[in-house]
């Protein structure tokens, strides 16, 4: 399985940003796909996460309200709308697939990871 995200880059605090992850390869009959971030000198940490095939998405508690997470089949793409972005929000941002029933917002449960695309976010 490759994961390719894109949409980071440098934005104003209060800003918004949109980041796309396309899977390609292997298919699995049921899993998770989410965003997780990590900033310098810390541990990376979870975003989001969708179930591919029920849409039914979960959040950190520093997100909601402000990120959204979609997904579309046919394109096999993922996306992480942020709005109101703040300074804390600026970290490398990754995508990638929970083929496992459990533990969705938890990093080591995932199996497969893209490259991760910063995100800047200016005082």
């Known amino acids: 399985v490759q994961l390719q995200a894109f949409g980071g880059g440098l934005v104003q605090a209060g800003g918004s940003l949109r980041l796309s992850c396309a899977a390609s390869g292997r298919t699995f009959s049921s899993f998770h796909m989410g965003w997780f971030r990590q900033a310098p000198g810390k541990e990376r940490e979870f975003v989001a996460t969708i179930n591919w095939n029920e849409g039914i998405t979960y959040y950190a508690d520093s997100v909601k309200g402000r990120f959204t997470i979609s997904r579309n089949i046919n394109k096999n793409t993922v996306y992480l709308q942020m709005n109101s972005l703040k300074p804390e929000d600026t970290s490398v941002y990754y995508c990638?697939?929970?083929?496992?029933?459990?533990?969705?917002?938890?990093?080591?449960?995932?199996?497969?990871w893209g490259q991760g695309t910063l995100v800047t976010v200016s005082s």
């Open positions: 990638a697939i929970n083929s496992r029933s459990y533990d969705h917002t938890k990093a080591y449960a995932y199996d497969y």
